[in-house]
């Protein structure tokens, strides 16, 4: 079999593993409804009436929120076995985790996705004061 023909070959066998795997598509549901996706896709400009494409975008976004969702995750436990180290507390562990923005800026961070959150939140900027307590 010469070389050119080998190159045919896989071509093919890629383009119907391709095929094959968009054919899937159509049979899966992703967590993002097709719905979502097609607004956000619309938002930014891209409309497209194949549902496959539409899936395959949510598939891609579904696997890049789990895997900051993870990473997340290990700033998180990394962060708070520091803090027990510290501490050495005294009333048992606490083995709830609680996860920060610091810990989702760092998982988006590398990513590339740069957060910034202010420090702290007021409920009123004019106030101070939340709007809904005031006595009238």
């Known amino acids: 079999m010469n070389h050119v023909q080998q190159q045919s070959d896989g071509r093919k066998d ?4 391709l095929t094959e795997f968009l054919a899937s598509l159509m ?5 993002f409804p097709d719905e979502l996706v097609e607004h956000y896709m619309a938002k930014s400009g891209f409309q497209c009436p194949d549902v496959r494409l539409i899936r395959l975008v949510a598939v891609a976004t579904q696997k890049f929120v789990s895997e ?12 708070q076995s520091a803090v ?4 050495r507390d005294k009333q048992g562990k606490d083995k709830r985790l ?3 923005m610091e810990d989702l800026s760092k998982a988006l961070r590398e990513y590339g996705v740069n957060l910034k959150h202010p420090e702290y939140f007021a409920e009123s900027p004019s106030t101070g004061m939340d709007p809904a307590s005031r006595d009238e």
Do not use: F, G, N
Not at 14 to 17: F, I, K, N, P, Q
Not at 70 to 77: F, N
């Open 14 to 17: 890629e383009e119907s593993a």
């Open 27 to 31: 049979d899966y549901t992703p967590t």
């Open 68 to 79: 900051v969702a993870t990473d997340a995750l290990q700033h998180c436990k990394a962060r």
């Open 84 to 87: 027990v180290k510290d501490k």
């Open 98 to 100: 609680i996860l920060t």
